[in-house]
């Protein structure tokens, strides 16, 4: 079974300041992993995806990940927060390698960002 | 290309009553994911259909139900209506999910049901 657990249900950044929202997975095989980003009253759009490439993922709107193995860690970061940023944020696994990806996602970070 | 749609927008039933939330995949798609996202519950795992058939289902009971059709549509029904199942539903869909390689889940913009 897959789980993430995201430490911090709010977080809040200054305008410019740098953005890390932490997820943490357990999972029993290979993992796969994503980031959604959720605005008020609408669906979840993807961020990025890990799939066993690349460790250090780059997704849309300057967020960027890694997936780090011995620490069962994928980070969200971004360098320079902007207002357009606030958001929920969702940290997803799926298992890899076959015919059942349902997603499981975490309890969500909500992302406050102060003029 | 057109989204994932999901219709109605909005929902409000009594308790006891039942309810259909509809969803339309991109076109191309096979597979169909349904999720509850409940205040205090996160985002949870529903169903998941591909090719017309239930593949997987999560931890709800079986007043949950749904269905796909041969446009690989989708409808979710929930009978008998509880308060707590007052949430936002959403509606995914991919290439098929049965594949040995993953297909990415697009999302549609959900229907908010409210049970009184």
């Known amino acids: 079974a897959q789980s993430v657990t995201q430490l911090g249900s709010h977080v809040s950044v200054s305008e410019g300041a740098l953005v890390l929202l932490r997820c943490n997975y357990s999972?029993?095989?290979?993992?796969?992993l994503f980031w959604y980003v959720q605005y008020p009253n609408q669906g979840l759009q993807l961020l990025l995806k890990?799939?066993?490439?690349?460790?250090l993922v780059k997704g849309i709107n300057g967020f960027e990940a890694e997936f780090k193995k011995s620490e069962t860690s994928f980070h969200l970061t971004k360098p320079s927060a902007h207002m357009s940023d606030a958001a929920e944020y969702f940290c997803?696994?799926?298992?890899?390698?076959?015919?059942?990806?349902?997603?499981?996602f975490g309890k969500g970070t909500l992302l406050t960002v102060n003029p | 290309e057109a989204g994932v749609t999901q219709s109605p927008t909005h929902l409000i039933k009594t308790r006891g009553q039942q309810a259909t939330l509809r969803c339309s995949p991109i076109s191309g798609h096979t597979s169909v994911y349904w999720y509850q996202q409940a205040l205090g519950l996160g985002l949870q795992f529903l169903l998941w259909?591909?090719?017309?058939?239930?593949?997987n289902r999560g931890n709800f009971p079986p007043r949950f139900s749904g269905r796909q059709f041969p446009n690989y549509s989708s409808e979710l029904n929930v009978n008998a209506l509880e308060l707590e199942d007052s949430a936002l539903y959403l509606c995914a869909s991919s290439f098929s999910g049965t594949a040995t390689i993953y297909n990415e889940q697009f999302f549609g913009p959900g229907t908010r049901l409210t049970v009184l």
């Open positions: 997803a696994v799926t298992r890899s390698g076959g015919s059942n990806y349902k997603l499981t």
């Open positions: 890990y799939t066993s490439a690349a460790t």
């Open positions: 259909y591909d090719e017309g058939e239930e593949r």
């Open positions: 999972s029993s095989v290979p993992p796969y």
